[in-house]
């Protein structure tokens, strides 16, 4: 059998190679670089992919909000004269984010023309446009629970299931009538939501 033996020089950040490091090199008058462990770049790459996933589950407007955020808070920290930008808000703050975020289902309105509906008509003309917008974590039963549980343990691969309620119209409001760009009347039914709730 061979003999693998081999020797092992320490780790540039151990005690000892930094002393025989100084005592030999104690004629030069610039420092060593200092040299960062392979540990402490694995920690750095986790809290990379950690914050790149969080990022991703932003709305592009939420991400613009933020990084105007963060511009404002440095210009003011450069104002005052304050050498050090707090990065992370304080705790009530990440509250009042967290309850935004989770928002309960609701009937929200938006102006709109015809034309930005996306149903294909020309029209200049205006609607009051209903949709339903929030989450339903409170309205997760034992069905959302047990079909999460089944997907994850891949009983159900195939069907195209959703684990979790939905806030979505539960009735719809009149129908909308318009004139397009053609002269042309039309009437457009279930358009607006008028009624919201967890589904």
């Given at each position: 059998?061979?003999?693998?033996?081999?020797?092992?020089?320490?780790?540039?950040?151990?005690?000892?190679?930094?002393?025989?490091?100084?005592?030999?090199?104690?004629?030069?008058s610039?420092?060593?670089?200092?040299?960062?462990?392979?540990?402490?770049?694995?920690?750095?790459?986790?809290?990379?992919?950690?914050?790149?996933?969080?990022?991703?589950?932003?709305?592009?407007?939420?991400?613009?909000?933020?990084?105007?955020?963060?511009?404002?808070?440095?210009?003011?920290?450069?104002?005052?004269?304050?050498?050090?930008?707090?990065?992370?808000?304080?705790?009530?703050?990440r509250?009042?984010?967290?309850?935004?975020?989770?928002?309960?289902?609701?009937?929200?309105?938006?102006?709109?023309?015809?034309?930005?509906?996306?149903?294909?008509?020309?029209?200049?003309?205006?609607?009051?446009?209903?949709?339903?917008?929030?989450?339903?974590?409170?309205?997760?039963?034992?069905y959302?629970?047990?079909?999460?549980?089944?997907?994850?343990?891949?009983?159900?691969?195939?069907?195209?299931?959703?684990?979790?309620?939905?806030c979505?119209?539960?009735?719809?409001?009149?129908?909308?009538?318009?004139?397009?760009?053609?002269?042309?009347?039309?009437?457009?039914?279930?358009?607006?939501?008028?009624?919201?709730?967890?589904?």
């Amino acid at each position: 059998m061979l003999n693998r033996s081999r020797k092992y020089s320490p780790l540039p950040s151990s005690p000892s190679f930094s002393r025989a490091s100084s005592s030999s090199s104690s004629s030069s008058s610039l420092p060593a670089a200092p040299r960062r462990s392979p540990r402490a770049l694995q920690r750095h790459s986790s809290l990379l992919s950690k914050y790149s996933s969080l990022l991703e589950s932003y709305t592009e407007g939420e991400i613009r909000q933020l990084i105007s955020a963060l511009v404002e808070r440095y210009s003011q920290a450069m104002n005052s004269g304050g050498h050090e930008l707090p990065l992370f808000p304080r705790g009530g703050s990440r509250r009042k984010r967290a309850r935004a975020r989770h928002k309960p289902c609701a009937l929200k309105e938006l102006e709109v023309s015809v034309s930005e509906l996306g149903l294909g008509y020309e029209s200049d003309e205006t609607v009051l446009f209903r949709y339903c917008s929030g989450t339903c974590e409170a309205a997760v039963r034992s069905y959302d629970l047990s079909l999460k549980s089944m997907r994850s343990k891949r009983k159900i691969k195939k069907e195209k299931v959703r684990a979790r309620p939905c806030c979505r119209p539960l009735a719809y409001d009149d129908d909308v009538s318009f004139l397009d760009a053609y002269n042309r009347y039309y009437t457009v039914n279930e358009l607006s939501a008028k009624e919201c709730g967890c589904v």
